[in-house]
């Protein structure tokens, strides 16, 4: 019997939908196939996930046709030529427009799958179930799909909403530490946006979150996960295609992308480099006269309590080379670097007036030859 432990909706119209977070959901058959109105069922998932999961979700679908695709592993993996081998396995399926895909994986699979239906026959629908911490409390939820060019990353995609998104925290009991640390950098992302006392909550609660083990611990997980998705459902809900508040969601993320397209997608997760980025942000922050030293040491403390990096490390790159790397961001307005900054921890900005000379010393800083 399944325990859904909480529900909320991202209220969007006739694009609206549910997101389940519990424990044992990919035991409910009911709860994904009332989702699911035609016949025709795609599951994708990956190398890694497909032993794990694969044969569970696909008990749940009984009453339908199923057909599988299975993608290689990693970020590097997410190219237009991937997505167009499950356009090639839709075809051979003969699959119409009734279709329905499930994304069943990580950010990766997730921004892959969404992309595919909606381009598929001009747009199918698709169904999350997030398997990783970083998809599970961002990625999974919003509509935000595409893929990475080499010159820069999601810079091809689609706004497509899923019909529902459900998140089974057993899936987080196979995933390795360093991956749930990755997921903790977007968890710390909404405490540092606009909730304080979740800061706080985090801060006294991190090592049990991150345990995870105990009924006690997983309910403390469940309600990280679903204050994230609640943040999130509602900004969606009032900036759906990201013309507005929803852009604050990028805090760290230009930085992040830069240090992923500058070393090579998969130097470091995702969750590493926005880490990086978000900490960054409030070194800038302090400079531009917003953030205390304490302030900083805070992002910092919560960052490194979590696992995550604080520096590029041991990797060369100059300042310049994160710079234009950082340039070729989607954020990038008329030439101008976008940046999500700190008013204060709890409450962000977005930026393009910022000292250049600020930014500047913060590259340097961080980078190296």
Do not use: W
Not at 160 to 167: F, G, L, S
């Amino acid at each position: 019997m399944s325990n859904i432990q909480k529900i909320l909706n991202v209220e969007l119209g006739n694009k609206s939908y549910p997101i389940y977070i519990g424990n044992d959901l990919l035991s409910d058959k009911s709860c994904l196939e009332k989702h699911i109105s035609g016949q025709q069922v795609m599951v994708v998932t990956n190398t890694t996930i497909e032993p794990l999961y694969l044969e569970k979700v696909k008990n749940l679908l009984s009453n339908f046709e199923v057909q599988v695709a299975i993608l290689p592993d990693g970020e590097r993996h997410k190219t237009l030529e991937t997505v167009n081998s499950i356009f090639d396995a839709l075809l051979e399926a003969k699959f119409d427009r009734s279709a329905t895909l499930i994304a069943l994986g990580g950010g990766v699979v997730g921004d892959i799958t969404g992309f595919a239906a909606a381009s598929y026959q001009r747009g199918v629908d698709f169904i999350q179930i997030p398997t990783t911490l970083l998809s599970q409390v961002d990625s999974s939820v919003g509509g935000k799909t595409g893929v990475n060019h080499a010159l820069g990353k999601n810079m091809i995609g689609a706004f497509h909403q899923p019909r529902a998104v459900i998140i089974d925290i057993d899936t987080l009991d196979t995933l390795p530490i360093r991956e749930f640390s990755a997921g903790m950098a977007e968890v710390i992302k909404y405490a540092l946006l606009g909730n304080i006392d979740f800061l706080s909550d985090l801060e006294k609660n991190i090592d049990s979150i991150k345990g995870g083990l105990h009924q006690e611990d997983k309910e403390l997980l469940i309600d990280a996960i679903y204050r994230c998705c609640a943040e999130k459902a509602e900004i969606v809900s009032v900036d759906e295609r990201e013309s507005g508040v929803r852009r604050l969601l990028n805090l760290g993320h230009t930085f992040g992308h830069g240090i992923e397209n500058a070393l090579g997608y998969g130097t470091y997760l995702h969750g590493e480099a926005v880490a990086i980025g978000m900490y960054m942000a409030a070194k800038l922050s302090q400079l531009e006269g917003n953030l205390s030293v304490e302030d900083v040491d805070r992002v910092k403390s919560i960052l490194t309590l979590a696992g995550l990096p604080c520096s590029i490390g041991k990797y060369n790159i100059t300042a310049t080379q994160l710079y234009n790397a950082m340039s070729l961001d989607k954020k990038v307005i008329d030439g101008n670097i976008r940046l999500v900054l700190f008013l204060y921890l709890g409450n962000a900005y977005i930026s393009q007036d910022y000292s250049e000379e600020n930014l500047n010393q913060v590259l340097s800083e961080f980078c190296h030859s």
